[in-house]
């Protein structure tokens, strides 16, 4: 979907100004070539004005599920429980949806194909995982094992459903905990902050059902920390990523830049990549 030189930029429209959202934001209203932020749904407007001045004036305020009113691109960033009904506003307009709570997907899997139904697309952009161009290569062959171990500081991993629900204690930890070890479906359900890379890989790859998922609460770590091994018939690689968290330390800094980048991918004359 390359912009033609003649072509009004792309309309973008940040659902949720949390940590991330507010920094791809702030690199929308820097200036990327082709691309124009020109609405927000927050919660606290004034709050989101404090931020950003430009709220409120050039960029518009507006509930969540009417972006796509106005929008060719829809970026959610939002809590789990707020996902499907934004998802679903963005498909059935016919809009580009970019997921950031990619876990979500793996819950909502009828999205696909209402997007098909509705000449929607989904796009999940690469967020704080390396090597999905790899998986993604490798999955046009034979993709004979995916397994993706994940360490965090506890910090970020507080809170989870499922630590919640087998009242798994973090607090004092000295020395690195195991806390899961099941698929990527199931990773994704018990931590729907936490793992969204998970997910991804796993779309990328082989599916949730068969992509292999460890986390640790890791005290020793101030990085949170992916690494994934694939087997597969044309290659065999294993690959680390070590994320520096956000103001939210259940994210990355890496997952703003990456989905500007995945933005600009979809204006620039040049894209490097799958």
């Known amino acids: 979907m390359t912009k033609k030189p003649d072509q009004m930029p792309l309309r973008v429209g940040l659902a949720g100004l949390g940590a991330v959202g507010l920094d791809v934001a702030k690199r929308l209203i820097a200036g990327v070539p082709g691309l124009s932020l020109v609405a927000v749904a927050v919660r606290d407007v004034e709050k989101a004005k404090r931020a950003l001045p430009q709220v409120g004036s050039t960029i518009a305020v507006c509930k969540a599920t009417e972006l796509a009113n106005d929008c060719d691109i829809v970026v959610e ?17 016919g809009r580009i949806l970019m997921p950031l709570s990619v876990a979500q997907l793996l819950e909502n899997g009828d999205l696909i194909e209402r997007a098909k139904l509705k000449g929607a697309r989904i796009l999940v952009p690469t967020g704080a995982l390396i090597g999905l161009d790899a998986v993604r290569a490798a999955s046009e062959g034979t993709i004979h094992s995916v397994k993706m171990v994940t360490r965090k500081p506890p910090a970020g991993l507080e809170g989870a459903p499922y630590l919640v629900e087998h009242k798994i204690s973090l607090s004092g930890l000295k020395e690195p905990l195991k806390v899961f070890d099941g698929t990527a479906r199931e ?22 059902d068969r992509t292999q998922l460890e986390i640790w609460a890791d005290p020793n ?4 920390t992916h690494t994934i091994s694939v087997d597969a018939d044309t290659a065999r690689f294993t690959m680390t990523i070590e994320n520096i968290p956000s103001e939210n330390p259940r994210t990355g800094k890496s997952v703003a830049p990456s989905t500007v980048a995945a933005l600009r991918a979809l204006v620039s004359e040049l894209k490097v990549g799958t």
């Open 77 to 93: 960033c939002l809590p789990p429980s707020l996902f499907r009904e934004v998802a679903i506003s963005a498909i059935d307009k």
């Open 187 to 208: 990773g994704a359900r018990g931590f729907p902050t936490n793992v969204n890379v998970a997910a991804a890989l796993s779309l990328a790859g082989i599916g949730p």
């Open 221 to 224: 770590v101030t990085r949170n």
